[in-house]
């Protein structure tokens, strides 16, 4: 059975990926951090977390290296928080998410923010396209296929991944 503290282990992507941003502190902290939010004290602002957790949360997500640390002063030494090249990566998950919390969420008032182009100049919605011919690819498209370090994913345990 899996484990939540163990997730980081698990033969399975989802799983690995969730022990690393699957709480609702960090998914906040990355949001802010693609917000260009940098800085402990800014976090702590805009999120009314506790010192404590948003220091475990930075923490973890600098020992998994989606974020790096900087020292932006020296006396006293502070730091600021910067996306690394695998923390730029998580760029489409987090607009997965807002797209979805803006379908299905947003509410009459409608969405709360806005995501443009910078080269086509036009507002957009995230959509995930096949990395060979580029068509939109919807989950009834999708056959899930064990891959040279898995397990087959309609024969997990109890608590594992399943498709949809």
């Known amino acids: 059975a899996m484990r939540w503290n163990e997730l980081e282990g698990e033969a399975c992507s989802l ?3 969730v022990g690393v941003i699957g709480d609702r502190w960090t998914l906040l902290i990355l949001r802010d951090c693609f917000l260009k939010v940098r800085r402990f004290e800014d ?8 010192r404590a957790i948003l220091a475990d949360r930075l923490e973890k997500l600098t020992r998994n ?3 790096a640390k900087a020292a932006y002063q020296q006396r006293p030494v502070r ?4 996306l690394t090249d695998k923390g730029l990566a998580l760029h489409p998950v987090i607009m997965a998410m ?8 947003a509410g009459e008032a409608g969405r709360p923010v806005l995501h443009r182009h910078l ?9 995930m396209v096949c990395s060979e011919c580029r068509e939109e690819v919807s989950p009834r498209q999708v056959q899930v296929l064990v891959g040279p370090g898995g397990v087959d994913p309609h ?8 498709s949809a």
């Open 15 to 17: 799983a690995r990926t």
């Open 98 to 105: 807002v797209h979805w919390g803006d379908e299905h969420l």
């Open 65 to 67: 290296r989606v974020l």
């Open 79 to 82: 730091y600021e928080y910067r």
């Open 43 to 50: 976090f702590q602002a805009r999120l009314g977390v506790s």
């Open 155 to 162: 024969h997990l345990p109890p608590g594992g991944e399943r």
């Open 119 to 127: 080269s086509c100049g036009c507002q957009f919605d995230p959509v």
